[in-house]
């Protein structure tokens, strides 16, 4: 089946004026002013209403957290008070209430443009040992893609780490758990609907040991690894008291110092830092909302560009984000960055770069997150039509200026997965119900 999505309103693409033509799963053509198809199409999408961009990618999140939004215990709080206040409830994590929650997080994500998704998954108290599993389950059945994080922590409060004793696993424990899911689930060929990274959640939960043998695996697997670092100055002096290194010396001390790693936060890096982790190819996801709430500071999205790191976008967990909306990401890179590199040094273009390819690269692929010949069929389509953007000249420039929030349509692999403003295919209200029943179990 050929599909030529035609003549958009405006698309982020070189040389796409007259749109692009989709075989299968994949882009295999883009049509520049005054081209037609090469070959017969069997349907044509009219896309004069749309701005066309690639699919986004969000490449941090915790599924499972959306249960805890603007939580009385939480809100208001530091990043270290805000974890202590929630480890205890997040303790009470069952199968039920992670499948509803990755429904819904994964839902929420796409009808704002995200079409490949990473979630860090750390937390596996007792029962809840098929986390990995019920994600996969959740992301196949929606057709959202996805790199599902096999996280970890294996230091509690009584070995000086931050988390209690019942949300931490033993490290083999998470060793094996980590190679089940990597030979039942990671897919490491182009086009791949699901891939397994592994995540130690960060320097103050996880051991310095657990952090090699999680790059031994990775190497063996094939697959990207993934954790938070530098997001607080409260972390950076841990890892000094503790291992007397800065967090990105811990990173060079345990093989994490390449491209098979990117990072969640990155905020308190060195200059020197940041040249060493761009030689390195070493990625690093910003997450603006979640810096801004949790008052983290502000990620050097630039001069990590500049560096040759790549740079992506996520929205981070739902309690403190607590939206988990990836247009809404964009536009709050867009604001903080330019807080700190003035109103020229962050574009709109900036922002939709690294909330698709720059993602895509953070994830290790390079087959999703351009709209190009070749490259899997990932799209996300916005209309204009709403009051905010009444008025607007750039449609590009509006998308992120004026707030875009919800896609009209989103492709994923060819298939439509979103349609008039609503996912293809499955009861939406009858969701919010089950997992607002849900959330209340956690109050
Ligand atoms: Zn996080």
Partial sequence: MRVWIRDPLAIFAEGAAR?????????????????????????????????????????????????????????????????????????????????????????????????????????????????????????????????????????????????????????????????????????????????????????FTVTKKLMSETARLAEKYDCQMHTHLCETKDEERFCLDMYGVRPVELLEETGWMNKRAWLAHGIHFSAEEITRLGRAGVGVCHCAASNMVLASGICPTKDLDGAGAPVGLGVDGSASNDSSNMMEALRHALMI???????????????????????????????????????EADLALFTLDEPRFSGAHDPLAALVLCGAHRADRVMIGGRWRVIDGAPVGFDLARLLAEHAAAAAQFA
């Fill in 19 to 203: 749109g692009l033509v989709i075989e299968g799963t994949r882009i295999v053509e883009l049509l520049d002013r005054g081209d037609v198809p090469s070959a017969p199409v069997e349907e044509t999408f009219d896309a004069s209403r749309h701005v066309v961009l690639p699919g986004l990618v969000n490449t941090h999140h915790h599924f499972y957290q959306t249960l805890t939004r603007a939580h009385p215990e939480a809100i208001n709080k530091d990043l270290f008070p805000w974890l202590v206040a929630l480890y205890p409830i997040w303790a009470r994590l069952k199968p039920e209430h992670l499948r509803l929650a990755a429904r819904l997080a994964l839902t929420e994500l796409m009808l704002s443009g995200c079409t490949t998704a990473a979630d860090h998954h750390y937390l596996f108290p007792r029962g809840l040992e098929n986390a990995i599993d019920i994600e996969v389950e959740e992301a196949r059945s929606l057709g959202v893609r996805m790199t599902v994080t096999r996280g970890s922590m294996n230091l509690s409060k009584k070995d000086g780490g931050l988390p209690p004793d019942e949300v931490v696993q033993s490290e083999d424990e998470i060793l094996a758990d980590s190679e089940r899911v990597l030979k039942l689930f990671h897919d490491p060929r182009p086009g791949a609907d699901i891939r397994i990274a592994l995540a130690p959640c960060s320097p």
């Fill in 337 to 375: 960055g330019r807080l700190r590199y003035g109103a020229s040094g962050v574009s709109h273009r900036d922002v939709l770069r690294w909330a698709s390819e720059g993602s895509a690269r953070c994830l290790g692929r390079t087959d999703i997150g351009r709209i190009a010949p070749g490259l």
